[in-house]
């Protein structure tokens, strides 16, 4: 085998880094790496600007009117839980689905255990697709938001979310929408489409480096704030402040994650958001239909691509998917993504929760002969092992 | 949906009492024995281990014990100097279930809880 690497994994996060997004945030925090919205210097306030400026291209690239909705956090899981926590009150119930991360799935458990909420989870189809129908049927009084993923980590399947608005509109209930997997490679227009709130990352589809994240809440939606402390802001008061953003934000803002999500955005918007996806489903299309051709291989949700991500989840009869996992890496190169994938109801509905399976994730620089090769090599496997 | 538990049950393997946990990986690394690497894999179908299997698991102890963690997958490779194709289709319960469990190496838990 050769040194080189083929990276399949960029649903847990994307790799290579643009290097213009790399450079950039080294050059631009070299120059700027002050603390933003603290201090009276012009540094300072440059910091400030441009953390504004990144806030009101954010609230431009998901659609919403007021970048100072726009609320930082380290990521979609910390986002996730700043809305969840903010809004519930007692004796409220949730709705979420059986698709959806551990990052929605285990604020709710948490909640639930501890006797705050009650939730019920939207099943998927045999598609991977959550019907609107089944939302609706679960949706009750006291139903305080819909909390669900935009595309499923494990399946690759975009959700129906405009339809899905629509019935949560009906009924008076927020949608709020995990699109860690989305942002970058799904247009999301929240005023467009009657969504509520979306908690992005800025690792994966958007290629900023990993820690940096946020919220964006449409202004109907009001979040109670959580946790407390140094907001640059009112710094004479013990009452944290309570207007957006920093009522969601506390402490020292991540500026070169900062930096690296608008570099991030820049290489989206510069290749454009419909060609990237396009691109990568027509290489994930070449991908499933080498892996479907290979006798012992099974395939998840991957008979119809259109609406899909490019993920691929895949087990090998026979061969524990760590084993598959660890063959493709030491034996080919090729690095792949195994285990449940911080999904367990998914896993648990495809009947693989025990030993969990191994998902080929495409990204911007993922080429035909990395597809190829990663063909190829699970070719290998069933005849080699078995 | 309950809390996922890690439990563990005490055997008598090779003469001595052990604990492993549910997935029948040792539970305490400095446990493991050749006696009991040999025991466990005639429960796994493997009668008699041979020389390749024995160097193998010696390669996945010692790389154990003198850097506290298992191998990455390429100083597998590079260790045993076998492929991971090879090494899978060595052991009948493959690399994870097999040679590393049979080698009493901690059970390599990533995203399985």
Redesign the interface.
Same mark, same amino acid.
């Not at chain 1, 195994?338 to 911080?342: A, D, F, I, Q």
């Given at each position: 085998m050769t040194d080189r690497l083929i990276y399949l994994d960029n649903a847990a996060t994307s790799f290579p880094k643009p290097p213009e997004v790399l450079r950039g945030m080294v050059e631009t925090y070299a120059r700027v790496g002050a603390s933003p919205g603290r201090s009276s210097h012009d540094l300072a306030a440059q910091a400030g600007r441009l953390v504004d400026e990144t806030r009101a291209r954010v609230a431009r690239f998901f659609g919403a009117p007021d970048p100072d909705r726009v609320i930082f956090a380290a990521n979609a899981s910390d986002a996730l839980n700043t809305v969840i926590l903010g809004l519930v009150r007692p004796g409220d119930h949730l709705v979420a689905t059986r698709l959806d991360h551990n990052s929605v799935l285990r604020p709710l /458990?948490h909640l639930a255990e501890s006797g705050v909420v009650t939730y019920d989870l939207a099943p998927f189809d045999g598609q991977g697709v959550v019907d609107p129908d089944a939302v609706a049927a679960l949706l009750r009084p006291t139903t305080r938001a819909v909390v669900m993923t935009h595309g499923s980590n494990v399946l690759g399947t975009i959700q129906p979310v405009a339809d899905i608005a629509r019935v949560c509109a009906g009924r008076g209930v927020p949608l709020i929408l995990d699109v860690a997997q989305t942002a970058g490679l799904v247009p999301i227009d929240m005023a467009g489409q009657g969504i509520a709130a979306v908690a992005f990352t800025g690792h994966k589809s958007l290629y900023g480096p990993s820690g940096i994240g946020g919220l964006v809440l449409m202004p109907e939606l009001d979040v109670a704030t959580t946790r407390f402390g140094g907001t640059g802001m009112d710094s004479a008061s013990l009452v944290h402040s309570q207007a957006y953003p920093l009522r969601l934000e506390l402490g020292t803002l991540n500026l070169l994650g900062v930096i690296g999500l608008g570099l991030g955005l820049d290489f989206v918007e510069g290749q454009g958001m419909e060609a990237l996806h396009a691109r990568e489903m027509a290489l994930t299309t070449r991908l499933r239909d080498g892996l479907a051709a290979i006798p012992g291989v099974t395939l998840y949700g991957a008979d119809d691509l259109r609406g899909h991500l490019p993920v691929l989840t895949t087990n090998v009869d026979g *061969? /524990?998917p760590? +084993?598959v996992g660890? =063959?493709l +890496?030491? +034996?080919f190169g090729i690095a792949t993504r *195994?285990? &449940? /994938?911080?999904a367990p109801i998914v896993h648990r509905d495809l009947g693989t929760i025990d030993?969990?399976a191994v998902r080929f994730s495409l990204g911007a620089f993922t080429t035909t002969e990395d597809v190829d090769a990663a063909i190829e090599a699970m070719a &290998? =496997?069933p005849h080699?092992?078995g | 949906m309950a809390e996922p538990v890690r439990t563990r049950e005490l055997r008598t393997v090779a003469g001595q009492e052990v604990w492993f946990d549910s997935e029948g990986f040792i539970w305490e690394p400095d446990d493991w024995t050749e006696g009991i690497a040999a025991e466990l894999a005639r429960e796994s179908g493997i009668e008699r281990l041979d020389d390749v299997q024995w160097r193998v698991l010696r390669f996945l102890r010692g790389y154990y014990l003198h850097n506290g963690r298992a191998p990455m997958n390429r100083e597998l490779r590079n260790g045993t100097e076998l492929s991971l194709v090879e090494l899978e289709r060595l052991f009948p319960d493959g690399i994870r279930m097999g040679a590393r469990r049979l080698a009493g190496l901690p059970n390599p838990k990533t995203c399985l809880d």
């Open positions: /458990h *061969v /524990h760590q +084993d660890a =063959i +890496d030491g +034996d *195994v285990g &449940v /994938h911080c030993r969990g &290998v =496997i080699g092992v | -």
